[in-house]
Structure formats: structure tokens, C-alpha cells
């Protein structure tokens, strides 16, 4: 039986190096995107050539009619099957300092950041139960464990994404799910190098001298998705070159 997995965010970045772990892995991706479907089908494109299959699944994670509309789709098209892994990846940045920061701002990113996790994996927590198996993966970040100026919503978001993961981890254990959460530093995608000095950061922050590869951060992906992370749940893994 196949392994479907959804990523959220899957068009480029991390979770395109997510998705075409996951495909390495046997997967048939699920690659979530919200409106960039060039880059999206590209990453369809790199699924497949990875030897497995895939398919596209557009919404905006910060809309719960949105998800629900389209995974009743999923799942009417799909009714023996159940989606086992679950990658919480799409994220935005709007950085500004506190006081300048508008209330639209703080929502949006908090929007996006925390409550896509909540609206996600609630709908797709009822096959992984029915099934006793599953596998979240919560890709938090580095500024949810330590402050960085200009970022205390997205800050929030990826701390409360860490507090998610434990208390889901508790609650759904009996029923073989697993939930971790990663904390990748500074990772060389294009989100992150908006606005960001690469020189600088290599020099003040990054004990290793160099940014990471979204290629690392899908290796602890496809190992927490694996049979080898059976015992491994309610876990907060940083992924930043010795930086915290």
C-alpha cells in the first residue's frame, strides 16, 4: 500500500527538498503549494524523477475552508487510503520590530506560522487513528527557541509550534502517531535570504561557517518518517550548524 505524504509549502525551498526525500523514500508526495504553480509543478516534476509519484494539491494553509475543500476532494478520490505523513512546512517572514508592527502583520504570519499546523492536522489526524499509524513533522524554527529582533510574531508562531508538538505527541501516542518538531537555523532558501547580510550571519551566529542545505533538514524528515523513529515523539531537533 502506498505512503501518501503531504507537505504544506512543497513549491520550493525546504519543503520541495522535503518532498523529493520523501519520494526517495517510496512516497507518494502530496505537494501543497498556494499559488506559485510553476514552482510547484517543478517540484512534481523532481517527485517524479526521484522514481516515485506525486501529485498537486493547492490551498492556502491559513484557511480552513480551504483545506477542508480540498483534502474532502483528496480523500473522496482516494477512499481505501489515508494520508500517514504530514510535514507542517509552509511559512512566512514579515519582519518588523514591535513597535512599528501592524496587527494585520502579527496576523498573517501567526496565521500562516501556527494556526496552518492546527487546521492541517486536525483534518488528517482521523485517518492516521482509524489507520494506528501516522507521522507530523513540524518544521519550526530556531527563532521559536531564541529571540531575534524584528520577529517576536513569527517567533511566537514557531514556539507555539513546539508546545503543539509535545502536547499532540501525549495525546495521540497510544495510537502508534508520532509528532516531532525541527528547528532549523539558517537555511539557504530564498525566504530566508530576504534582507539577510549572508557574510554576517556566517560570521556572528554560525559556529560551522556556512548556512544549511534544505537538503539536511529533509534527511531528519525522511528519518523521523521512518520505521527507525518508531520510539521518537514529542521531540524539538535543532538543525543549525551549532548556533543554539
Given amino acids: 500500500m502506498?505512503?501518501?505524504a503531504l507537505i504544506t509549502g512543497a513549491s520550493r525551498g525546504?519543503?520541495?527538498a522535503i518532498a523529493v526525500e520523501l519520494a526517495k523514500d517510496g512516497c507518494h508526495v502530496i505537494?501543497?503549494?498556494k499559488s506559485n504553480h510553476e514552482a510547484a509543478q517543478e517540484t512534481l516534476r523532481l517527485v517524479r524523477e526521484a522514481g516515485s509519484e506525486g501529485e498537486l494539491l493547492p490551498f492556502d494553509v491559513s484557511k480552513p475552508d480551504e483545506i477542508n475543500a480540498a483534502l474532502d476532494g483528496w480523500f473522496a478520490a482516494h477512499p481505501d487510503d489515508y494520508i500517514d505523513i504530514l510535514v507542517n512546512n509552509a511559512g512566512i517572514v514579515d519582519d518588523e520590530l514591535m513597535l512599528w508592527m501592524t496587527s494585520e502583520q502579527w496576523h498573517s504570519v501567526i496565521d500562516v506560522n501556527l494556526n496552518g499546523f492546527f487546521y492541517?492536522?486536525?483534518r488528517v489526524?482521523?485517518?492516521m487513528f482509524e489507520n494506528r499509524h501516522g507521522r507530523i513533522v513540524n518544521i519550526s524554527s530556531i527563532a521559536g527557541q531564541m529571540g531575534f529582533a524584528g520577529q517576536v510574531h513569527y517567533a511566537a508562531a514557531k514556539a507555539g509550534l513546539i508546545g503543539s508538538t509535545k502536547s499532540l505527541a501525549v495525546e495521540v501516542a497510544t495510537r502508534n502517531i508520532t509528532v516531532n518538531a525541527i528547528c532549523p537555523g539558517t537555511i539557504d532558501t530564498d525566504?530566508?535570504?530576504q534582507g539577510i547580510?549572508?557574510?554576517e550571519h556566517l560570521r556572528i551566529e554560525i559556529p560551522m561557517h556556512r548556512l544549511g542545505k534544505p537538503e539536511e533538514v529533509a534527511y531528519l524528515v525522511s528519518f523521523l518518517c521512518s520505521a527507525k523513529a518508531d520510539y521518537i515523539s514529542g521531540q524539538v531537533i535543532g538543525i543549525n550548524?551549532?548556533?543554539l
Avoid: F, V
Wanted: positive net charge; charged residues 30%.
Fill in 2 to 4: 502506498n505512503r501518501y
Fill in 14 to 16: 525546504i519543503g520541495r
Fill in 120 to 122: 492541517c492536522a486536525r
Fill in 241 to 243: 550548524g551549532g548556533a
Fill in 197 to 199: 547580510d549572508k557574510n
Fill in 125 to 127: 489526524l482521523e485517518g
Fill in 31 to 33: 505537494i501543497n503549494y
Fill in 191 to 193: 525566504m530566508k535570504q
